[in-house]
Nanobody, 123 residues
Framework: QVQLVESGGGLVQAGGSLRLSCAAS????????RGWFRQAPGKEREFVAA????????SYADSLKGRFTISRDNAKNTVYLQMNSLKPEDTAVYYC????????????????WGQGTQVTVSS
């Protein structure tokens, strides 16, 4: 059974940092694009970041560039999201995902999804 399991979420003050992890099991995703999305209450799910299978290509939502960094460790089948200078508007459930269709920001092109981890940023 394929599973993506996020961890590292929690409550942090504005200006703080968190590092999310997403460990995959059930199959290897070393040839897949890995991505992060988030969904705030009452809002649609939005793209956060994606990284190609080799790590050579990374893309970010424009509003998050410079604060968030995506990385991966294929040996551990894990992708990470380092989040710095967090703001209250970053509060959301963060989901990791995997796509076999290239580096993309479109949620429709991701086939595998985790259950999400809550990130809450207090002001």
């Amino acid at each position: 059974q394929v599973q993506l399991v996020e961890s590292g979420g929690g409550l942090v003050q504005a200006g703080g940092s968190l590092r999310l992890s997403c460990a995959a099991s059930g199959r290897t995703f070393s040839s897949y694009t890995r991505g992060w999305f988030r969904q705030a209450p009452g809002k649609e799910r939005e793209f956060v970041a994606a990284i190609s299978w080799s790590g050579s290509t990374r893309s970010y939502a424009d509003s998050l560039k410079g604060r968030f960094t995506i990385s991966r460790d294929n040996a551990k089948n894990t992708v990470y999201l380092q989040m710095n200078s967090l703001k209250p508007e970053d509060t959301a459930v963060y989901y990791c995902a995997a796509s076999g269709l290239g580096t993309t920001s479109s949620a429709d092109r991701y086939h595998y999804w985790g259950q999400g981890t809550q990130v809450t940023v207090s002001s």
